[in-house]
Nanobody
Framework: QVRLVESGGGLVQPGGSLRLSCVVS????????MNWYRQAPGKQREMVAR???????TYADSVTGRFTISRDNANHTVYLQMNSLKPQDTAVYYC?????WGQGTPVTVSS
């Protein structure tokens, strides 16, 4: 059974940082591109960052230069380092590959 388990969300002040983690089990992690999505209240889910199996990264314009996606194939984990956080980054963040989703981890950016 494939499982994706996110962690690392929380409450942070504007300008602060958080590091999200997503541990994947039940599949061959290294062959898949991995994505981070987010969904803010009342808005559609949007892709934030993607990392290919070979390590090529792409980002939404809104997070470029502030967020960094990375992966650790040995530990079946994908990370999202989020710096210079803004209130508009407030959302539930989800880990994804193909049609598999985690349960999400909430991020709130507020003073």
């Amino acid at each position: 059974q494939v499982r994706l388990v996110e962690s690392g969300g929380g409450l942070v002040q504007p300008g602060g940082s958080l590091r999200l983690s997503c541990v994947v089990s039940g599949t061959i992690f290294s062959i898949y591109a991995m994505n981070w999505y987010r969904q803010a209240p009342g808005k559609q889910r949007e892709m934030v960052a993607r990392i290919s199996a070979g390590g090529i990264t792409t980002y939404a314009d809104s997070v470029t230069g502030r967020f960094t996606i990375s992966r650790d194939n040995a530990n079946h984990t994908v990370y999202l380092q989020m710096n210079s956080l803004k209130p508009q980054d407030t959302a539930v963040y989800y880990c994804n590959f193909i049609n598999m989703w985690g349960q999400g981890t909430p991020v709130t950016v507020s003073s």
